[in-house]
Nanobody
Framework: VQLQASGGGLVQAGGSLRLSCAAS????????IAWYRQPPGKLRELVAAIVSGETATYADSVKGRFTISRDNTKSAWYLQMDSLKPEDTAVYYC???????????WGQGTQVTVSS
């Protein structure tokens, strides 16, 4: 499975961005799809995930502002980010997990910078 993230950029506080992750390969076997981020000087953290195609879960810091969604027809998933804050500045990574082989897949990061 190969993942390609896109959609990052520079935005003012209060603005919106939509990240996209395009997947190729054996995507039908993916159990969980997710977005992670790594702020400057910090560890990578989970932002949002869809588990088993049903349940969406979010980090407390983004609840009510970010929405994760999946388009199975396009083997893609998205992260709609609204009401962005400077503390959302980070490199964002799309991720997928295949339970059958206990394998994580990562896309390349896309930079999101929120100016105050």
């Amino acid at each position: 499975v190969q993942l390609q993230a896109s959609g990052g950029g520079l935005v003012q506080a209060g603005g919106s961005l939509r990240l996209s992750c395009a997947a190729s390969g054996s995507t039908a076997s993916l159990t969980t799809i997710a977005w992670y981020r790594q702020p400057p000087g910090k560890l990578r953290e989970l932002v949002a995930a869809i588990v088993s195609g049903e349940t969406a879960t979010y980090a407390d810091s983004v609840k009510g502002r970010f929405t994760i969604s999946r388009d199975n027809t396009k083997s893609a998933w998205y992260l709609q980010m609204d009401s962005l804050k400077p503390e959302d500045t980070a490199v964002y990574y799309c991720n997928a997990f295949e339970l059958g082989v206990l394998q994580h897949y990562w896309g390349q990061g896309t930079q999101v910078t929120v100016s105050s």
